[in-house]
């Protein structure tokens, strides 16, 4: 009664895993998916009876996304007793992710959190006494969801997003001033601007959603050079990686003979790691030009990993060190992790000078697997904290990718608006959708901030 | 005997204290609504006063006031009879922004609203000034007056304007008073906030009125009205102008702001004398010079009191510096050289009551039966008192009859909007009506008020059954050819040189009319020249009003579809009642913040509640839990 909207949402824990479970909820839930869904039997879903399992794939047309089992639930027969749909999917990040995003764009909302079973107790399928549960759920949940957000949205993104919903509130101030105050002595920007502008918020808007698109990180994911000798153990790092993470996304060979890419996906989030050879000085003419290629790899990388092996740092010390004072005077601004591998075969004390002579030292195994997800974890934090903001604002959360997907639809009607000569009141209507849609992710918005804000620019009043 | 030489011995059914819009609507409406009603104001003399601009309607405005005439109200018919000039406002901008708006005869205005009630049922007047309510048990039971007369009634609906505890300024000085001229009204106050209601203060001010005859109009810019005026009323008892009075304009120059900045010193609202909240949307001339410095003139409108006398206002002059500085800076005003003041401008503050305090009846939490209207809860503008009145009057009315209340919703009439964002989130300034308040300005359009309210007020007894019909005739004739535009087919050949000539693109085969008419750049004229559109026209004898309508539903069937859609998701909410007493403080798992304002506004519904400024989404969704769907 209250939503008629239809939510999705992975119901199985965030993650890789065996398989997961994406769960939709909603009046529409049942035509939504049968839209996207073709079944091996060939038969609708629309068609199907409740309680009952099918086998068929994803498609988004004309790519086939997953094979998948979907079963059927309809209301009042499910967990929140409208029609639920679940399609227990592969496992993989980048596959919940398709799914996910495909339904987003074919007429879904990501569901809030707690908000399948606020629609459960809603309808009657919870008791009673379990209302002051739900009602915690709801609370700690949606302070726990606030809490990533805010801690993904600080660095470039939050800026970015708070930047175009600020243009945007003065564009429609602009539009509503015209409109409140038509008889008032201001002057009205001129369309071309507003033109200008919203072209502008399109456009970031588009590299902000096409950041999020997992298929788009395969082909532009995170830039990390791994320097190092050919026996540090590069490969068994990268391996490392994807036994950590299960998700291997793909092999690309490398242009060049000596380059190989992996493409790895942790937390979500494309990471394409591009071997290199190492930097040492050298007079060979061939070498030269191996280093000179290492160095533009560097230049090419967001991040840069420094890998040898802590067996050989008692001869070499010298060389890592003068290496690894190269790369910082070259490139200061780039965030750089240094990587001792294969301390499982040095003893303590060894290990103790090490540190001592490299203080930000990481220590690995990548054979053991020891260090793997204190890496993984470093990785990851150079987004969240916005270190790698200097190049691109990456979108990381579903929830505001869901909201930047939306606010660009209506974006885009503004625009086809200006362009037909549509009349500033029936625009406000798109603009406030669109406004709407930010306030999603930056924090509410009401009428008072577009009052507020003509009232401080303009000299309003007879 | 003695009862017979009592002055009040019946028991009224609603009592209305103070006869300006507010007042004036509330009478009317409880009266007409067969309820014994006693109106009491300080002057007789000076009912419905325009205490400011001789205008009524504007952008939002005039569809308040189109509203308040589909419900069967006054202000309409009484804007009509009175006007001098009429303008639709916005005519370029989409449909829900047009906004008439007319210039009034002032004297005429308030002598046609007390002709208009004088003639209205079950209604008596009375002239003196009420100082205290009588209550008991939480409940209102009558008036007291200056002279210790006390009258008896079941409601009271108080609006009081700027009267309660008025302090007017010009200059360094100031004196009591409730306008120009008359006295203020003391007691109310003191025994109201006795009572437990929180009061503060806001301020307003109004320009120097002047001679007519001691300006030189062939220096300023003429301001006519429209060339084909329309009306305010639906009802056809008036009539659109035939003869119209026009405006003028004028501006300021840097010259009248350095002598307006000489008595900046004097001003009372920058030496702290005036600590209360103005509205910044009505600024005094020297706000609007101090706050806009970079500005080197400011508009002034300069227009007729009325058709004969020779009063003027001169709108955009609204001053409460020292007279002198007035009269100083205004006689360097282009066609002001040799002005003459009949009285200067000044500023009032007065006591009001924070609207949170009132139920969406506009009756208090804390009193039973009594009801507060216009400036009394923070407004500002005739219109939105006129409503607020009307609604009070209405539902005092119903209350005493032991009917069920009248509400409107936000999508239904501004009237809702203004109620709901009064009660809901106060104000902090004068409250002044914008149509982008209104979230669902589409669906609240000048031209549907009488689709959107009339039935409402017919089943009210206060519109007419002749009224009914009307709308009933103006919907069903609109419908009907809006089905024509969506039934009938066009040949390429008959609409693509119409087409070409507005720069649309062409079509290569038949299609419905509708999808072509739904063109931006495609208007009704364009489409008229199509044979079997005229003939339509001509056939069903369609007038004016039924063919602009049919245009609006067809060409704006998209939004109005839209917001209609958005609204329908609203009322779901609106349907989620909340009880009265409702604990808030069990409700651990939310902010304490959303708690006391939950408690303190009390929202009846879910949607009420969402519309508190501190309540977050996830506040609304652990309520909706409690109230267990």
New interface residues.
Partial sequence: ??H?DTIIALATPSGSGAIAVIRLSGKEAISIASSKFKSISGKSLAKQKTHTVHLGHIIDDPRVIDEVLVTVFKNPNSYTGEDVIEISCHGSLYIQQEIIQLFLRNGCRMA????FT?RA????KLD?SQ??A???L???D?EASHQIAIQQMRGGFSNEIKHLRDELLNFASLI?L????????VEFANRDEFYKLITRIINVLKRLIDSFAVGNVIKNGIPVAIVGEPNVGKSTLLNALLNEERAIVSEIAGTTRDTIEDEISIGGIGFRFIDTAGIRETEDIVENIGIKKTFEKIEQAQVVIYLFDSTKFKSLSKKFKVELEKIKNKYPQKPLIVLANKIDKIDDSQLAKMQEEIPEIKLLSAKSGFGVEQLTSTLLNLINTGALRNNETIVTNTRHYDALLKAFEEVQKVKYGLD???????L??DI?QALYHFGEITG?I???D??GNI?ANF???? | MEHLYKMFNEVYDVIVVGAGHAGSEAAAAAANMGSKTLLITMNLQNIAQMSCNPAMGGIAKGQIVREIDALGGYSGIVSDTSAIQFKMLNKSKGPAMWSPRVQSDRMRFAEDWRLMLENTPNLDFYQEMVSGLIIENHKVVGVKTSLGIEVRGKSVVLTNGTFLNGLIHIGDKNFGGGRAGERAATGITEELVQLGFESGRMKTGTPPRVDGRSLDYSKMIVQPGDEVPEKFSYSDITKPLTVQRDCHMTHTSPLVHDLLRDGFERSPMFNGRIQSTGPRYCPSIEDKINRFADKDRHQLFVEPEGWNTVEVYVNGFSTSLPEDVQFKALRSVAGFENVKFFRPGYAIEYDYFPPTQLKHTLETKLVDGLYFAGQINGTTGYEEAASQGFMAGINAALKVQEREEFILKRSEAYIGVLIDDLITKGTEEPYRMFTSRAEYRTLLRQDNADFRLTPKGYELGLASEKRLRRMEEKHSKSEAFVDFFRETSVSPEDINPILESNDSAEVNQSGKLFKIFSRPNISMDDVRKIEAVENYIQDHNLDKEIIEQTEIQVKYSGYIDKEKNNADKLNRLENVKIPSNFDYSKLKSMSIEARQKLEKIRPVTISQASRISGVSPSDVSVLLVHMGR
Avoid: P, Q, W, Y
Avoid at chain 1, 420 to 426: A, F, P, Q, R, V
């Fill in positions: 009664m209250l008629n809030n959190a707690g908000e606020l107790f809603l309808n009657g009673l209302a002051e739900v009602a915690d709801i609370a700690s949606s509503e015209e409109l409140d105050f038509a008889e008032e002595d037909s000569g549509l009349s500033g009141d029936l406000a209507i406030r509410e009401t009428n008072d577009l009052l009232f000299c309003i009043g007879k």
